[in-house]
């Protein structure tokens, strides 16, 4: 079993950046691939990024390519999601996962319980 806790979300404006943390504590995380995802208010679960263990291969939406970066430290149990450029639609709580493949839901085994990021502009 692997436990995995969301930090950093926030109330940020148009154009600023936010730094998502997810502490993984049960089993080590560096055997799995992990990912962010992302709920806005009456919409899907959609993925944003992904990583695989190693850290050497990630992968991103369409929609935030060029301004998030998904990065992980193996040695802290910790993966993280950079975003820079905020725009009012990347509104949503935010949750990590974590998998052996993928960049759809079914992929991931394991979630933490989501962060709050609401961008105002």
């Known amino acids: 079993q692997v436990q995995l806790v969301e930090s950093g979300g926030g109330l940020v404006q148009a154009g600023d950046s936010l730094r998502l943390s997810c502490a993984a504590s049960?089993?080590?995380?560096?055997?799995?691939?992990a990912a962010w995802f992302r709920q806005a208010p009456g919409k899907e679960r959609d993925f944003v990024a992904t990583?695989?263990?190693?850290?050497?291969?990630?992968d991103y939406a369409d929609s935030v390519k060029g301004r998030f970066t998904i990065s992980r430290d193996n040695a802290k149990n910790t993966v993280y999601l950079q975003m820079n450029s905020l725009k009012p639609e990347d509104t949503a709580v935010y949750y990590c996962a974590a998998g052996f493949r993928g960049n759809i839901r079914r992929d991931y085994a394991y979630w933490g319980q989501g962060a709050q990021v609401t961008v105002s502009s």
């Open positions: 049960g089993r080590t995380l560096n055997t799995y691939r």
């Open positions: 990583i695989n263990p190693s850290g050497g291969d990630t």
